[in-house]
């Protein structure tokens, strides 16, 4: 006798939500680290800046460092909009992590119940195959008599 179970494509379906949670949680942190570098860019390049204009500040024109100041300003705003994008990417992060958890746990539990299904199934088949084996047993100790 093969065990069957009647709910395996529950546990199938929950098996394949926690690898879409998984893939979707791997996607999120990808980003996460696309804008983590991207800021990281940006305020190097801020530096840069910044040194360009401490060293030119004695032997260049008003315009040349206004034109600088102007591009650090540009880049601090545009590090602001990055730093929130960060922030929205960790966000993101933290919630597919908790999708992950949750259809974890949801696969856990059904492959928990599959389990305690299968011991029940085999403490049957076993009863059952005892009591062939008792049949047989008394049936021999009948004919002896």
Known sequence: ???????????????????????????ALGIL????????????ERDLVWEQL????????VSQMKLLQEYAD????????????????????AEKQN??????????????VKEKAYEQFVMTVRKKEQDQLDEIALTRSVRTV
């Open 33 to 44: 680290r696309n804008e983590q570098s991207a800021l990281r860019e940006l305020m190097e």
């Open 54 to 61: 401490a060293e030119s500040s004695a032997r260049t024109t």
């Open 74 to 93: 540009h880049l601090d705003r545009r590090i602001r909009r990055k730093s929130a994008e960060v922030d929205k990417a960790k966000a993101e992060v």
């Open 99 to 112: 999708e992950l958890a949750a259809k974890m746990k949801e696969e856990q539990v059904w492959t928990k």
């Open 1 to 27: 006798m093969r065990f069957r179970y009647p709910l395996q494509k529950i546990v199938d379906l929950k098996s394949i939500e926690k690898n879409h949670a998984e893939w979707m949680l791997s996607r």
